[in-house]
């Protein structure tokens, strides 16, 4: 009898147990900030796991998925310099062109006798120029941040042509090359610098001072200034980081092709808007994630490369990662 007491009433516990699991899921999953923050997460795994049942001797190999990596590494350091000025309530619509910009400036160093390093700080140097003008007449002259990075847009490609006549310009270093074809064991230098900056963007935004009033500008920026938080400096360091990243990205894109190369590739522009939006940070500002975009690069370049492993045209794969942006945003959007 004592036995068959015993049994029920671990049953019971156990069936509480069970109970109190399923509680707990139900709430977590009724969070919108749950669905922001791991929806991304769960798609990138999604689109592994299903790809690689599809082709997995093609598209699970370490060749492609290093190719995956490797793809993903530029448009996520762009990407982080775009979840800074989203998470104001803001955007730049600048972040190819000036890309572009800082790769012809790198061009024009390393021709000129500078080492493949030297012009690196040149072209990133070009990239924050850019970005603080962007800053400053946003926050100075209060002009919307789509006009004026729309501008910049223009003007940073202008410049770009005229100042390498309309011409790549090819760059040959084999220290520069390594960067694009090197990596510590199996993984590539270029992804291992992205993490890094993600890293140490992620320490900035939540674990300094100037952090948390980047997130307060964005949230409610009357009730910020308020609060002694200088707004107009807060957006010239926000757009200063979009360009200085851009800029820093023109050495590594440079390192991929051997060029620089004068025509904007506005897919990273495209790119950089759908992985803050698959990341989960709010087009509204105030609250901003690193990691989900970072995750989202990962997971659009994985689509991509999945679609060209099973053979879908490339007309059909705009089509598919428009999709995934659109249906992922209205699921936030409806939690």
């Given at each position: 009898?004592?036995?068959?007491?015993?049994?029920?009433?671990?049953?019971?516990?156990?069936?509480?147990?069970?109970?109190?699991?399923?509680?707990?899921?139900?709430?977590?999953?009724?969070?919108?900030?749950?669905?922001?923050?791991?929806?991304?997460?769960?798609?990138?795994?999604?689109?592994?796991?299903?790809?690689?049942?599809?082709?997995?001797?093609?598209?699970?190999?370490?060749?492609?998925?290093?190719?995956?990596?490797?793809?993903?590494?530029?448009?996520?350091?762009?990407?982080?310099?775009?979840?800074?000025?989203?998470?104001?309530?803001?955007?730049?619509?600048?972040?190819?062109?000036?890309?572009?910009?800082?790769?012809?400036?790198?061009?024009?160093?390393?021709?000129?006798?500078?080492?493949?390093?030297?012009?690196?700080?040149?072209?990133?140097?070009?990239?924050?120029?850019?970005?603080?003008?962007?800053?400053?007449?946003?926050?100075?002259?209060?002009?919307?941040?789509?006009?004026?990075?729309?501008?910049?847009?223009?003007?940073?490609?202008?410049?770009?042509?005229?100042?390498?006549?309309?011409?790549?310009?090819?760059?040959?270093?084999?220290?520069?090359?390594?960067?694009?074809?090197?990596?510590?064991?199996?993984?590539?230098?270029?992804?291992?610098?992205?993490?890094?900056?993600?890293?140490?963007?992620?320490?900035?935004?939540?674990?300094?001072?100037?952090?948390?009033?980047?997130?307060?500008?964005?949230?409610?920026?009357?009730?910020?200034?308020?609060?002694?938080?200088?707004?107009?400096?807060?957006?010239?360091?926000?757009?200063?980081?979009?360009?200085?990243?851009?800029?820093?990205?023109?050495?590594?894109?440079?390192?991929?092709?051997?060029?620089?190369?004068?025509?904007?590739?506005?897919?990273?522009?495209?790119?950089?808007?759908?992985?803050?939006?698959?990341?989960?940070?709010?087009?509204?500002?105030?609250?901003?994630?690193?990691?989900?975009p970072f995750v989202a690069t990962l997971l659009l370049q994985a689509l991509t490369n999945g679609l060209t492993v099973v053979g879908v045209a490339a007309y059909y794969q705009y089509v598919s990662i428009g999709l995934v942006?659109?249906?992922?945003?209205?699921?936030?959007?409806?939690?």
């Amino acid at each position: 009898m004592n036995i068959s007491s015993k049994s029920s009433a671990s049953s019971a516990q156990a069936e509480e147990a069970d109970s109190s699991w399923l509680s707990k899921l139900r709430l977590v999953t009724k969070d919108p900030f749950f669905w922001s923050n791991w929806i991304v997460v769960v798609a990138f795994v999604l689109v592994v796991v299903v790809f690689g049942a599809i082709k997995p001797h093609n598209f699970l190999t370490m060749y492609n998925l290093n190719n995956i990596l490797v793809a993903s590494a530029i448009p996520a350091i762009i990407v982080v310099g775009q979840t800074f000025a989203v998470t104001t309530a803001g955007i730049d619509l600048s972040v190819s062109s000036i890309m572009t910009f800082g790769a012809v400036c790198y061009g024009i160093a390393f021709t000129n006798g500078w080492s493949w390093w030297s012009s690196g700080i040149v072209g990133t140097l070009a990239g924050a120029v850019c970005g603080v003008i962007n800053g400053f007449i946003i926050a100075k002259r209060k002009i919307s941040d789509f006009i004026v990075t729309l501008g910049m847009l223009s003007v940073a490609s202008g410049f770009a042509l005229v100042f390498s006549n309309g011409q790549p310009r090819q760059i040959v270093s084999n220290q520069l090359s390594t960067l694009a074809i090197g990596g510590f064991g199996k993984i590539p230098y270029l992804m291992v610098i992205a993490f890094v900056i993600t890293v140490g963007a992620h320490f900035f935004l939540f674990n300094t001072r100037f952090g948390t009033h980047i997130l307060a500008t964005g949230g409610d920026p009357d009730a910020a200034r308020s609060m002694g938080v200088n707004i107009d400096l807060v957006k010239i360091v926000v757009y200063s980081i979009s360009g200085t990243l851009a800029g820093f990205a023109a050495m590594l894109t440079i390192s991929r092709i051997g060029a620089a190369e004068p025509a904007a590739n506005t897919s990273i522009l495209l790119n950089s808007v759908a992985a803050v939006v698959l990341g989960g940070v709010s087009l509204f500002g105030g609250r901003g994630t690193i990691f989900g975009p970072f995750v989202a690069t990962l997971l659009l370049q994985a689509l991509t490369n999945g679609l060209t492993v099973v053979g879908v045209a490339a007309y059909y794969q705009y089509v598919s990662i428009g999709l995934v942006v659109i249906l992922s945003a209205a699921m936030v959007r409806t939690k």
